[in-house]
């Protein structure tokens, strides 16, 4: 089982920058992958960035160029820097990890973009 602790979000204005920080607890070796997805009211969850154990990073197009994706030597905490954001980007942002074909979850963090 992979327990992952999310931190991080919140409100900020346009144009602002959020990081967003989840840490994987429990037996977290042989964790593949571990990203950002996030969901708005109405939406689906989509996938907003992943890195991969090799340190490849797959980005949504609409946040390439703005949100940077890290992990740690360790491999069981990841980071989403966050910048010139947009109202667009409102979402509860859900960290996940893929282990052994299965993903887990976190519980999600509001981030909310406006004036």
């Known amino acids: 089982q992979v327990h992952l602790v999310e931190s991080g979000g919140g409100l900020v204005q346009p144009g602002g920058s959020l990081t967003l920080s989840c840490a994987a607890d429990?037996?977290?070796?042989?964790?593949?992958?571990m990203g950002w997805y996030r969901q708005a009211p109405g939406k689906e969850r989509e996938l907003v960035a992943r890195i991969f154990i090799t340190g490849t990073t797959n980005y949504a197009d609409s946040v390439k160029g703005r949100f940077t994706i890290t992990r740690d030597n360790d491999g069981n905490t990841v980071t989403l820097q966050m910048s010139s954001l947009k109202p667009e980007d409102t979402a509860v942002y859900y960290c996940?990890?893929?282990?052994?074909?299965?993903?887990?979850w976190g519980q999600g963090t509001q981030v909310t973009v406006s004036s």
């Open positions: 429990g037996n977290y070796f042989s964790i593949s992958a």
């Open positions: 996940y990890a893929l282990k052994t074909s299965n993903n887990y």
